[in-house]
């Protein structure tokens, strides 16, 4: 079965510098999620789209920014990049509704120099 | 008090064992349950989904929820090797939010 794909797997860049992040669900999938998990952290919560709209905020700097595309791929940017934003960026995908639980990628890599 | 509170081990068992691993949460209103697996650099793997009081059961895995104590939990049968990993509770709080445990980290040893 299909499952969430993310790209880059692995990505390093410098403090101060921009990072793209991609993010492909499940087909039929309508809401893509954002979660950032530090070292031997649960995942946060960071942002939602429901149908190409912000469904619902987290502990999203105001560095970041996300949207969801009309064929409900979603990017997460990033800019002015800190040492602290050094970590794992999963992308998550269900079906809208309380009962659809979270299918996850295998998440970017991001390493901030 | 956080809304789940999930005890982070670490956790060692021999192969073979029953593995407990629990859960409880903060708000009588959440109803919908998961329980995911993660190993080292991968994405967190749904295992379970539940969303009523009782058992349900897949393969070596049972899932457990206890409403009336607010709490959760998923037993491994016969623990192998390849059971080694970080076990995350998490709960649908409505609508688009899932809050994660602070996982507990499991090692089954052969």
């Known amino acids: 079965a299909a499952g969430v794909i993310q790209s880059p797997r692995h990505l390093i860049k410098e403090k101060r510098e921009t990072a793209t992040l991609k993010c492909y669900p499940i087909p039929r999938h309508d809401t893509v999620y954002w979660y950032q998990q530090g070292p031997g952290q649960d995942p946060q919560f960071l942002i939602s789209f429901y149908e190409k709209m912000q469904s619902d905020k987290g502990s999203i700097p105001d560095r970041f920014s996300a949207q969801q595309f009309s064929d409900y791929h979603s990017e997460l940017n990033m800019s002015s990049l800190e040492l602290g934003d050094s970590a794992l960026y999963f992308c998550?995908?269900?079906?809208?509704?309380?009962?659809?639980?979270?299918?996850f990628g295998n998440g970017t890599r991001l390493t901030v120099t | 008090q956080k809304e789940v509170e999930q005890d982070p081990g670490p956790l060692s068992v021999p192969e073979g064992a029953i593995v407990s691993l629990n859960c409880t949460y903060s708000n009588s209103a959440f109803q919908y349950f998961m329980w995911y697996r993660q190993y080292s650099r991968k994405g967190p793997e749904l295992l379970m989904y539940t969303y009523s009081s009782g058992n349900k059961e897949d393969g070596r895995f049972t899932a457990q929820v206890d409403k009336s104590s607010k709490y959760i939990s998923l037993f491994i049968r016969d623990s192998q090797p390849s059971d080694s990993a970080t076990y995350l509770c998490a709960i649908r709080t409505g609508g688009f939010k899932t809050i994660f445990g602070a996982g507990t980290r499991l090692f089954v040893k052969a």
């Open positions: 998550a995908s269900s079906l809208a509704g309380d009962n659809s639980p979270l299918h």
